[in-house]
């Protein structure tokens, strides 16, 4: 008798969930970076760190993908991601008063829940390419707007548990969003997984290496992640500071704001997919983001400057997903590895986005005004690189 086919229903359904885990394990801790200062006595040096403890790790575990999750199996590393991030959270919780070092303890955990966001990272949109979806495109765009509603479900859920309880049961809320990927890893034991291309049919890594498209691609991801970052990462500082608004209401006016229109941007393009051509949409997306950065660093008006912040989340929103998806397309043989690789380039951009519009700022006396209004640069790449694929780009670069 024929089986019937299954749904994979369930498995884009935990794929969004993984994303809202993803967007907990990079968002949760910058909340209690004051509160973890004061209890445990650390410097700025210190929570710094953190941050970049984090951010090395998952370009780490993006570059060990490319080569290592085929192997592995993506059910194996993906049920394993969401043990990693459960038990950082867990560690968030619990270590800092548990070893003789606060510190190390919250060090070890930020590594632990890292790497299983660096593997969420690479696993996630490959999986759902994978899927039997109608519109690939769509799929992707959705899938990415669970991202922006993790984020924002972070700020104002750990908000009001502190404003409920207090701040000091921050390690019963850190345990309390553990749930979240232990739930998420049984999930993914349970739904079908397919991949995206065979491993004997996959392009090897050094032809990947070797494809003009890859490199025009990259460039893209690095862009993308650049221009989401040099806003959202500096938009409650902005707020408070160029802004002077306070530090309540910056980071509600500032990065809660930026993630909900991301969202919509998400989701709005989800719909919009198939009456559009993917590289005009982007490259439309790129000259709003470049007027919404103008709007924040140039007009005389907070309320104008703040509008161009928010639009600035609107206008980046399709172009994390639509590289992908661009990716997915034109190299559709390029399965895990084009994946990690691309990931491995957005966290560069996420990096470098908002390294320097911080040192442009503080060049110009801590003038944030000054670093967004450089920051243009990066959507101003975005938009001739599309351009270049929409008007003739694709006969000159090697596909497979």
Same mark, same amino acid.
């Given at each position: ?18 994303? !809202? %885990?993803?967007? *907990?394990?990079? @968002? /949760?801790?910058?909340? $209690? +970076?004051?509160? &973890?200062?004061? #209890? ?6 210190? !929570? %710094?760190?953190? *941050?970049?403890? @984090? /951010?090395?790790?998952? $370009? +780490?575990?993006? &570059?060990?993908? #490319? ?10 590393? *993906? ?108 999930a993914f034991t349970r739904v079908p997984i397919r991949r995206t291309v065979e491993r004997e049919e996959q392009l090897p890594l050094g032809s990947l290496l070797k494809n003009g498209l890859f490199w025009l691609l990259a460039l893209l991801m690095a862009c993308a992640g650049a221009s989401e970052l040099a ?170």
């Open positions: 008798m024929k089986q019937p086919a299954p749904s994979f229903r369930g498995t884009i359904l935990a794929c969004y969930a993984g994303y !809202i %885990t993803q967007a *907990v394990v990079n @968002n /949760f801790l910058p909340l $209690l +970076f004051v509160t &973890l200062q004061t #209890a445990f006595s650390l410097s700025l040096a210190q !929570i %710094t760190l953190l *941050v970049t403890v @984090n /951010f090395i790790t998952q $370009l +780490f575990t993006d &570059l060990l993908s #490319a080569k290592h999750v085929d192997r592995m199996g993506y059910r194996v590393s *993906v049920v394993a991601a969401h043990v990693l991030c459960c038990v950082g959270l867990v560690g968030v919780g619990l270590l800092p008063r548990l070893l003789p070092s606060a510190y190390l303890g919250l060090l070890l955990s930020v590594v632990v829940y890292a790497v299983g966001g660096g593997l969420i990272e690479v696993l996630i949109s490959p999986i759902v390419e994978a899927c039997p979806t109608e519109n690939k495109s769509a799929a992707m765009s959705l899938l990415h707007s669970f991202y922006c509603w993790g984020c924002v479900a972070v700020i104002l859920l750990t908000t009001a548990a502190f404003t409920l309880f207090g701040r000091d049961c921050w390690p019963y809320v850190a345990c309390c969003w553990a749930l979240l990927p232990a739930v998420n890893a049984v806003m959202s990462q500096w938009a409650s500082a902005f707020a408070e500071k160029a802004l002077h608004m306070s530090k309540t209401v910056g980071d509600l006016a500032g990065p809660c704001f930026f993630a909900v229109l991301m969202g919509m941007a998400r989701v709005i393009h989800a719909k919009l997919t198939g009456r559009v051509q993917l590289e005009r949409y982007m490259a439309l997306c790129a000259l709003l983001c470049i007027a919404s950065y103008l709007m924040a660093a140039l007009l005389p008006h907070p309320v104008w400057n703040l509008l161009g912040c928010g639009l600035t989340g609107f206008a980046v929103g399709v172009m994390w997903p639509g590289t992908f998806s661009i990716a997915a397309a034109r190299l559709p043989k390029g399965g895990t590895a084009l994946f990690a690789l691309l990931a491995l380039f957005g966290d560069l951009g996420c990096s470098a986005g908002p390294t320097v519009v911080g040192f442009v700022s503080g060049a110009a006396g801590d003038n944030l005004k000054a670093g967004l209004l450089v920051a243009t640069v990066f959507p101003l790449v975005i938009l001739l690189g599309v351009t270049g694929l929409r008007h003739g780009a694709r006969r000159n670069l090697s596909s497979c």
